[in-house]
Every structure is written in C-alpha cells, then in structure tokens.
C-alpha cells in the first residue's frame, strides 16, 4: 500500500476539493493526484463521488472549494472547453452522442474541420475519423447514424469522440461497460500506447478485474471522501472491496433454488426477423434462466422480442404464458400478462428522466390502479416509498428527478417500477451494467429473492461469471439460435467460450454441442 504517486512526475493534482449539491455533500476534502505515463484506476460505489471529480477536472462543474494543478500550474476551469485546451478529454458513462448524426459527425462535434471559408471539410473530418477509429481499431461505416448503432457501438464511438483532441489526460468513466472482450482488449491495447507516450490514464470501471489487469495505482472513494491509494500489484481483489464499501462482502453469487416450479413460458419457432431465427425455449416458476453469447449474437433481440418492445418488427411463432397465447404485439400487452423488462440502456429506454422517482416506479402499473383514469397519489407515494425502501435506494425524496440518481441508483429504479407493478416475468437485459460492486450484490439478491417467490427471470448479460454464478440454466445463443442449454453448475466459463467463439455453423447444425 501506498500513500499515493508523489514526486516530480506529477502530472494532475487535485487539493482538498469540496462540492455540495444543496443538503447533499458529494464530495469532501478529496485530495487526488496522477502521474505521467501511467494509468490511475478510481474506484467506489455508485454515488461515491467519481463521477462528480471527474467532471470538476473536466470543467463541466466548478467546485465549492479546492485547488487543480496541471503540470504544476494552478488552473480554474469555467466550462469544458477550457479543460480541453489543456489536454484533458473525458469518456461519460452515459452517452452525450446526438442520435442523429452519423459517427464521424458525432466524433468530431463542436470541433469540426472547416475550409477556408468557415465550411465544414467534409473530406477532412471523415479523414481524421477514419485515423482514430483504425487507431481502436473500430469497424463502423462513417456514414452510419448513431441511432442505428448498437449499445457497444455507441460506447465505441463515444471513445473516439474522446481522442480526437489527443488529450494529455484522459479519463475513462466506465468504458468497458458496453463491450466484449475483443473490443475491451482493443481498448486496452490503445491505454498501453497512450501510457507508452507519456501520457496519463483516469480509469474509473466497476470491474475490478479491469482494473487490476490495466492500472498502475488505484485510488478509493467512499462517501465523498478518499479512503486511501494503493499499487495495483500490492493489494488484493478483497482488500479492495472491503474499502470500497467499508465491510467485508459475503458471498457474492447467493444459493440456487432448490425448487424450481411448474412451466410458465413456451417459446416454439419464435422468428423476429434475421436476428432470431426459431427459437424453442421454455422457462418455469423459481428460475433464473441465463442467456450467453457475443454480442450480435440475438439474444438482446430476442429479449426486446418478448417483451413487444420493437413495435416495426413483428415476432411469429408459438408463445405461451401459463399454457395460454401471449400476445407480443405491444409493451401494453405483455405488461398487462406480468411481464417486466429491464433494458441494457437504462436512461435511453428504461426510465424518464425529466419525472420523479414516485412517477417513474409507479409508471409501469397505472392501468392496474386507476379509477375511471384517476391516480390516487397517495397510494402512489406510499407504494413508491415502500420500494424505494425495499431497494434502499438512495434519494432525498421522491419527487427528486430521476436523471439527478447515480447509476446504480437509477438502475434500481427501473427494477422498482418492476417490483410495483406484479409482475411474475422479469426479462432483465445486463441488469447490473454500470453498477458497483456493492450494488451488483444487492441486485444479486433481490433476483435470487424473487426466483424463490415462485417468480420467473430470463437474463442476459456480457459478462459469464455473472450469468453462470446467477443463473439456474444457460442457454447458449448464437446466429440468432439457442444452441445448446445446459444446467449452470454442469459446464464452466470456458467451455461456454469455446462453445460462442468456435464452433462453426455447419457444426451447430450437424451434431449436439455438448460440454465435454
């Protein structure tokens, strides 16, 4: 352990910052410093105050108090633009990409090439775009309108938009959220090049994994307040998570059910277009059944298929809920039957920003609790209340917009409105995308809770510890099909690796696919 990179290579420091949102003090006499030509990881539960940092040192807040030194010279940020014109760049966690624009239009917003009179070069900036996605090396056609894009292209794009300044420092807040292993090595490969030159990495990522494997030093924050800095190479994955959430963390994946019910869902041929191609599926009461496979690979598709969620694209084939027809034709059908979906994008489809916490948990179930179209929001409080305290989620009051909540916090938001609303299907799509360590385990539990009420889950996510240490049953997708299905304590995370990233098509159609 180490009291924190000093020395003449100092190449950012931040004293004795403070900042306050009304009551709430997000941040509290953080002292935080990095050097040059290293990674600095920043690690701390949703709401810790990384985030708030970050953006202090990229100018988009001013603190209440403090002082920020780049290469030794005391400087005051106004707004962004002054924090990029000393080399700082900053990747958001949430994506500030304009949908419709194209990818080369997003990479280089607000700092457009122009000719020599004041037009865009339009030949320059597809140019210069091109440059920065070969350096990621990123397959995404210029033209290409983000909207299109899918939720790791989006984060990829937003990576570029991020280098195209060729900053000094850049700060990553969760980069690899949204993106598999090939796309994260390639990223990763890019920090090493960076560090190479002399320049300084901020890596803020929940995957602490991650962040042992590219850091150099790792500073902790809990509740505002720096808790210590150590070397990456001299503190343990457990000493790191006791001081990020101030305990020792149990068990982090709980017990399986021991008893699963009856059938509750049927999936025979289900086709949505290219991306789902006959899918046969079932899924019982008590079950957690986890989805695996690359992204691209169907499942998300299939995920939004069952929840009515894409109303341009009809789903056919054979599903039934309790050995009845359920319609898929609309979000209002499905909801109405007990189902709930929990998006991999949050604030895009998951919530509504601009409203409270009280109407976005209680917005899912008005049609259940409405008296000739009337809303008691009495009844509406008090069930918003009891969740709120159910998910211990953090909020001052109910009426707090939600866009003002951490991540985590918004996240258990989404899974609040799930809870208020009777619903008997949870379809959770990267349910804990973007959350700490601390919170993933809460939402561990309260997935492997519900399952033992005799509910049902069918979830997806990127990362395999999670889907084969949650789930009761995996299923493997790949190409749009489920390839094989498996219990989860009888196959490992490689050979379910071995399983997305090797077999060939001819293969899947010529013979079983086992796990030995």
Known sequence: MTSGPQGDRIALEMRSVKKAFGNMLALEDVSFSCRYGEVQGLVGENGAGKSTLMKILAGELQPDEGMIFIKGERVEFKNPRQAREKGISLIHQEFSLVPYLTVAENIFLGSEPR?????????????RSREILDQLQIDLELEAVVASLSLAQKQLVEIAKSLQTDPQILIMDEPTAALERPEIENLFALISRIKAQGRTVVFISHRLEEVFEITDHISVLRNGQVIGTFASSGVTK???????????LGQFFPPKSKAIGRELLRLKGLIRDSSVRGVDLSLRGGEILGL?????????????ALFGADLSVKADGEVTLNDQPLDLSHPRCTIMSGLGYVPGDRQAEGLILNLSVADNISLPG????TNCGLICRADEAGLAQSEVKTLAIKVSSLDTPVKTLSGGNQQKV??????????DIFILDEPTRGVDIGTRAEIYGLMRELANQGKAIVMSSRDLD?????????????RGKIIREYEADSCSKEHILDIITRVPEEEIRGRDLGCD
């Open 414 to 423: 989404v899974l609040a409105k799930w809870l208020a609303s009777d619903t």
């Open 238 to 248: 457990d000493e790191l998570i006791e001081a990020i959430i101030g305990r020792k």
């Open 292 to 304: 695996a496979g690359l992204e691209g690979q169907g499942q998300h598709v299939l995920l939004r």
């Open 366 to 369: 008005l049609a259940k609790r």
């Open 466 to 478: 999670e889907v084969i240490g949650m789930s009761d049953r995996v299923a493997v997708v790949y």
């Open 115 to 127: 000719n020599r009179l004041g037009l865009i070069d339009s030949r320059s900036l597809h140019r």
